[in-house]
């Protein structure tokens, strides 16, 4: 398994909300993103807070515990350390929240965790496909053929969230996927898909690979206006990664 990451703070923006989290393991490796809401300050605590939960459910999960079953149970705890923080009197923000998105790569296949709008890509073949649906109020029209996924990366209300870390009614998206030698993960945050559309993101990762796909893309992204923070996360899964299969 090859890994790589960057991370940008938006143009305008004295914090970056974002925060991302990537792990070799013995048994495969660990990616997330998350994207902080709920102002400046209350994002950076909420979706680093998510990562650090996130990684510390991982580190003590028992061996052989069923995957998807570890994956939800991480991210309600989670989403209730966010929950916990809000509560506090010194929290920075009373409405922080945090989308989050993990892929657990394992045994020849990759658990996805999702809540929010942030996004898991898997280019096969030269084709990209979105593995994760986005948790927002465009998500929902395009999903009822109400606009177009067009449509909806430039929609006013394409930013307002429908579920997320810290949200009363939060809940988890757990879902596996097979994978296959050659096959590429890409995790990024809402910045990276206000600039560029799914066909751009594709063709700059197959273009500059593992190593140089995340800062290209960030690059790319700033040069078409992105204002918002940046995180993009790629893997590439190797031949041994499928033969551990179970």
């Known amino acids: 398994m090859r890994l790589s990451a960057f991370s940008r703070q938006g143009r305008s923006r004295s914090h970056n909300e974002d925060s991302f989290l990537m ?16 102002g400046s300050q209350a994002g950076e605590v909420a979706s680093h807070l998510a990562t650090q ?12 515990a069923p995957p998807e079953a570890l994956m939800q149970e991480a991210f309600v705890a989670a989403h209730h350390a966010v929950m916990d923080t809000r509560r506090l009197p010194d929290t920075p923000g009373r409405d922080m929240g945090t989308t989050l998105t993990c892929a657990w790569i ?3 296949e990759v658990v996805v965790g999702h809540a929010g709008d942030s996004r898991l ?3 096969r073949q030269g084709a990209i496909r979105q593995l994760t649906e986005d948790h927002s109020v465009t998500g929902e029209l395009a999903r ?54 799914t ?16 800062s290209r893309l960030i690059a790319a992204a700033l040069e078409a206006g992105a204002q918002d923070d940046v995180t993009v996360l790629v893997a ?3 031949q041994e990664d499928v033969e551990v299969r179970a």
């Open 53 to 64: 939960i996130l990684n510390d459910q991982f580190s003590r999960a028992a061996q052989g």
């Open 121 to 123: 890509y898997l280019l």
């Open 236 to 238: 590439a899964v190797d």
């Open 199 to 214: 066909e751009e993101v594709a063709h700059i990762i197959l273009e500059a690979g593992v190593e140089e796909g995340p």
């Open 106 to 108: 394992i045994q020849g």
């Open 23 to 38: 792990v070799h393991q013995q048994t495969g490796a660990l990616m997330a993103v998350a994207d902080g809401v709920g």
């Open 144 to 197: 009822r053929g109400q606009i177009t996924r067009a449509q909806a990366q430039h929609h006013p209300q394409r930013h307002v969230l429908t579920n997320a870390l810290g949200d009363r009614s939060f809940w988890v998206d757990v879902r596996t996927w097979p994978l296959e030698a050659a096959d590429l993960l890409c995790l990024c945050t809402d910045g990276l898909i206000d600039a560029l559309d």
